[in-house]
Structure formats: C-alpha cells, structure tokens
DNA sequence: GCGCTTTTTTAAGCAAACCTTAAGTAGCCA
DNA sequence: TGGCTACTTAAGGTTTGCTTAAAAAAGCGC
C-alpha cells in the first residue's frame, strides 16, 4: 500500500513515514501544497494524509479540492490543529473521507488508516494475557491472578503497548511514540518513570516478575 | 448487510457512514440525486438511507419514487427536517418504509435500520436490567426496586446507553456522539452534569451504587 | 403567541488524581 | 574507577471530575 503525507513540520513527518513504514506502507513525503498536489495527481496512491496547514500556494483543504476536480479519488485523511464544529464540516466538506485533530496518539492515526485502506479487520484480541496477567481492552480491566489491579489512564497505555509487542524489548523512543501523542515531548525518564509504577502495582508482591529490562534495549514484558 | 446512504451534508453523511460501519454495515454514499439513482438502481443494496432534501434533477421522494417504478424493492428509510402529518403521509405514501426527523439521536436511527434490516432480536431487550435498577425500552419505566423513578429525556436516553453497554466503562466523547443529536455540540460536561443528576435519582438513597466513575476511561454502570 | 414551568446546557470554583520533571542514587560494564 | 544507563523519590503543574448555580431552550396551558 502506497501513501503520500502532506505534512510541513519535518520533525512530525518523519515520525508518521517512520511509524507508517513499520507497519509495511510504502512511505512518500511532501512538504508544501505545490509539490503535494503534483504527486497526487501524478502517482498512485492508495491513501493521503494532508496536513491543512502547509505552506505553498495550496493549503492543505486546497490540495484535496483540486485532486478532486483532476478527478482523483484516491482516500484523504485530513490533519488539523483545529477542532471545531465548523471546521470539521469545512473539512470534510472539502472531500477529505475522514479527520484528525493533533495532537493525536500515533495509535489512532493507524487505525484511521487501517479503516481508509479498509484492511481486514485484524484478529484485535479484546483479552491479552502474559502468564497470569491478563488485560482487557474493552473494560479496560487488568488482573494478575485473581486480584484485580487499578491502573491509570497512561499505564493502562504503556502496559497495553508492552504486552501487544511481548517477548521483545521496546526502546523508550519508540515506546514514547506510540503511547504518547506524536508530538509530545517527554524525556525518556518520564517513561523509567512509569515502568516502576506499573512494576509496583503488577510485579512488587509477585514472586515471578513479568516487566523486564534490557539494558540498552528497552523494556520487555515476558512470561518465562 | 450494504447499505446505500444519499445524503448531500457531508457531515451528516461522514458521521452516519461511521456509525453504520461501526455497526458492520456496508456503507456507500451518493451526495445528490442522480447519482444516488444510479447507483440504488444498479447496486444491489438491502438498505437505502435517503434524504428528502438532497440536489440534484431528483429529490429524496422523487428517487424512490423512481427506484419503485424501476422495480427496485429495496426498503428505504427517508429522513427529513420537516415532521409535520402532511410530510409523513408523503413521505410514507410514495413508496418509505420508515420515516425519521431531523436531528435525530445516532441511537434511534441505528435502531430503525436493525429493524428494516430485520436483524435477529439480537440485544434488543425491551427491559434492560441492572441488579435491582430495570428500564422498560417501551414503556419507558425506570424501576429500582419496587420504587418507580421519573427521568427526563437525557436522563433516560443516558441511562439507556449505560444500561446497553453495562460492565464496561464508557467514556464521554463515545456518551456524547450516541446519546445526542449527531450534530450536537455539548461539552463533556454537560455528561458530567447527568451523571450527577442520574445518580441522584438512581443510587442516592439505596446503599448499593450501581453508576460508577472510572477515571480517564468513562463511567460504567454494574451491579457488584 | 405569551407567560410559566420544566428541562437542558453552560459556567466557574474546588478537590483529588494524575502526569511530568528534576535531581539524586544505584547498578552495570569497559 | 568513570561513564553511562536505569531506578527512585518527591514536588509542581496540569487535568479530570464533582458540584452548584444560573442562563438558555423547550414544553405546556391558556
């Protein structure tokens, strides 16, 4: 699958290609409507992502409304800054097919994409389970055992994060960027930080520890 | 299922197209009357979502209408800002199935499509209950107990949504969109404020509460 | 339609929970 | 040991949720 981001700011247009490409879409950046507009209606794409405010003589609602008078349908996924009523409406009204508001979490972008690209609904586990913990996506619940613990908005991230990606360490970069919004700009302590949070409430107390360190890799949650 | 929107707003027509999906409905969507149908006349749909007031050579009674005569059966739900009994006749008279004004609550119309649909009586419990509290759907009685409970409108449609989606928590923005009109713009503390206004009613007086805030993730309703 | 009541929504203040940073400590490995 | 990485603790700033009151809107009887 091939997709073109429209995007200006070089920081989050790296880090979206970067995130796109790890889950296998083929990656091509633009950064101003000019340019942007002649790629799409010169290439072939599967999916945009356009950034309303970019710089050039298009902005970004401009881009989508000339790929569509060049007759290019290919699906539009709207960024803005903006969340308003009005502008929703002016967005959409544009002909983008869907709409996100930044800051968002990297999360919500893939799965906005995965819905344009219609992907088959993937096998999304409501349960995740790593030996006698278990975590539940839709009541949001988390047992270790029989106890039930009570975790934050952010743990429950970070714990979810871990145990979709079990058995391999994650390295706070990209930990950060998938439980914090795109943009956030937190130090990699902040998330030492909550590992010893979620450790005291899923590991302390236990004699198996579940949440490990590997030393110059990252974080891993594991059975064993 | 498919389902053929023809809706020429775009934000009513993005907003319902996602809550029909969200359903796991087929969703496609004509924005005026021509094309609309076309496509209702060669695709074959086994649902058609039709605005009175659309664009076009053809308007919404006008397209069913057409369809009929081109023998195309496929049930319609019309919808339209006018509730008068005149409108209704017409709108029932020229060939609607089911008829819904203008704004309308997401709810009541995924409702309505179950029901053209004649999808299998699958949760549509007329009483819902949770430990002692019951909702009569019909009726529209609100029980605890023996003690019979007066709700407003929101009160009830609020409660309703937590009743249905009962166990898990269900955070504001989710309230908002399926519990208010689609193009309603309330704060999410307008949630806040029926909440209290529920749990006085519901839980203030009885020594079990059954409505129960889980911070950053919503509120649940349960009994335990 | 006009006043009155009821319902719905907004606003603002407060308290508690949560998030993030900073700074010091401990542990690992050359 | 020195330099780096990870751990720990505490403090502040921010956010979230609760509550109250009042404004705005919708219903209702006349």
């Known amino acids: 699958m091939r997709i073109l981001l429209i995007e200006d700011e070089h920081k989050i247009a790296q880090a979206l290609k970067k995130a796109l490409e790890q889950e296998n879409y083929a990656v091509d950046v633009s950064y101003d ?35 569509r008078q060049a007759k290019v349908h290919t699906p539009v996924l709207l960024l803005t800054a903006k969340g308003t009523t009005a502008d929703r409406t002016t967005g959409l009204d544009s002909g983008a097919d869907d709409y996100l508001v930044k800051p968002f979490a990297l999360e919500e972008l893939l799965a906005r994409v995965r819905a344009l690209l219609r992907r088959p609904v993937e096998v999304q586990q409501t349960i995740l389970t790593v030996g006698d913990l278990s ?46 919004d795109y943009n956030a700009d937190v130090l990699p302590n902040t998330v030492e930080v909550y ?24 974080y891993k949650i594991e059975a064993k």
Chains 1, 2 share one sequence.
């Open 33 to 67: 409507g000019d340019d942007g507009y002649a790629m799409a209606t010169t290439e072939p794409y599967d999916l945009n992502i356009i950034d309303w405010m970019i710089p050039g003589s298009y902005n970004g609602i401009e881009v989508i409304k000339a790929m």
């Open 135 to 180: 975590l539940n996506t839709v009541t949001f619940e988390v047992k270790r055992g029989s106890k039930t613990i009570e975790l934050t908005g952010k743990e429950f991230a970070l714990l979810e994060y871990l145990m979709r990606n079990q058995g391999r360490p994650n390295n706070k970069d990209s930990i950060i960027s998938h439980v914090w």
């Open 195 to 218: 590992v010893k949070y979620l450790r005291q409430k899923i590991d302390d107390n236990f004699s198996t520890k579940l949440l490990h360190t590997v030393r110059g890799f990252g």
